[in-house]
């Protein structure tokens, strides 16, 4: 039993008349008749008496007239609400971001975006990158901020944006505190926190390039994964980290964000963003970001 053969039910009985039902439809009589001998064939006991002169409804027929007209209009409340979700998520642009880009570049571009696209509803999902692009390809983000991996997925798209600037992070008390600017030769005896490097590749390497090109051998004190994690570590003392700029709008009480000073070693050692999309979709919501994002690259840029 399905729901068109129960509107081609309903249409009979309220025409007594297939001929005349089926035009109601817009479907061939012989079309109505088919389904109204297979929901027949299904109940098991005819719904119509049927002579060359009238149609009418049988017992049974009667009986199910009301359950039937109850049922379809469940069916159409049921469709109807879904087409209103679909509606709905025709104005929600769902956005990945790891957590750098999450509190530097996601707050800057907001404004924009609701300011160009009021109406526009913004999901944001803020994982790591091996968590966000397989959401891409699952189709549950439309668009993710992210690191690219060494190895690209060929069904994704990944849109250099700019490099993150590198920054130490440390305690208010710390003896580098009042620099203006760290060499990483001053951070040779110091104890880090640095990340997984199966989770955060980018991150973990950068700490372990600035040291190498420096020649020393970064002291690893303390492995954390969030950034959020790393730096109220760095406020209890365990020790040091170099992290993305935008880390610092994290706002720990208790610790400083000081520039690494510029040298050949630490112009090399960079954080790649790029946004990532599945290739070959078209999204507008999508590409209203992008272009609201382009609009403001440069002065993004110039904070990151």
Excluded at 60 to 75: F, K, M, P, T, Y
Excluded at 76 to 86: G, M
Excluded at 185 to 190: I, Q
Excluded at 216 to 236: D, F, G, H, S
């Amino acid at each position: 039993m399905n729901i068109t053969q129960l509107k081609c039910f309903l249409a009979a009985a309220e025409m007594l008349h297939f001929g005349r039902a089926a035009q109601s439809l817009d479907i061939l009589p012989a079309t109505l008749g088919r389904h109204v001998k297979q929901l027949e064939d299904h109940l098991g006991v005819p719904l119509f008496q049927r002579t060359t002169r009238a149609v009418t409804l049988t017992e049974a027929g009667s009986r199910v007239l009301e359950d039937g007209r109850a049922l379809v209009a469940q069916a159409e409340a049921f469709e109807e609400k879904a087409r209103a979700v679909r509606s709905a998520r025709a104005h929600v642009l769902r956005v990945g971001a790891i957590d750098s880009a999450a509190a530097g570049l996601i707050p800057q571009i907001l404004h924009h975006l609701h300011a160009a696209h009021p109406d526009l509803e913004i999901q944001i999902v803020e994982q790591k990158t091996i968590h966000l692009l397989p959401k891409l390809l699952s189709g549950s983000l439309d668009i993710a901020f992210c690191r690219p991996p060494d190895i690209r997925d060929p069904r994704l798209v990944f849109r250099t944006l700019f490099y993150e600037t590198a920054v130490v992070a440390l305690p208010k008390s710390h003896p580098l505190a009042g620099r203006d600017a760290i060499e990483i030769a001053d951070l040779a005896e110091e104890p880090l926190i640095v990340p997984d490097r199966r989770s955060r590749p980018h991150s973990h390497d950068l700490t372990m390039s600035l040291f190498l090109g420096a020649g020393l051998t970064a002291r690893v004190a303390q492995i954390a994964e969030e950034k959020q994690t790393i730096v109220n570590l760095v406020a209890a003392g365990t020790g040091l980290a170099i992290v993305p700029r935008w880390t610092s709008r994290l706002r720990v009480e208790g610790v400083r964000f000081i520039p690494l000073a510029r040298t050949d070693a630490t112009s090399q050692a960079k954080l790649i963003l790029a946004a990532s999309w599945t290739r070959e979709t078209r999204d507008p919501l999508r590409d209203s970001l992008l272009a609201v994002l382009d609009a403001q690259l440069a002065t993004l840029e110039a904070t990151a």
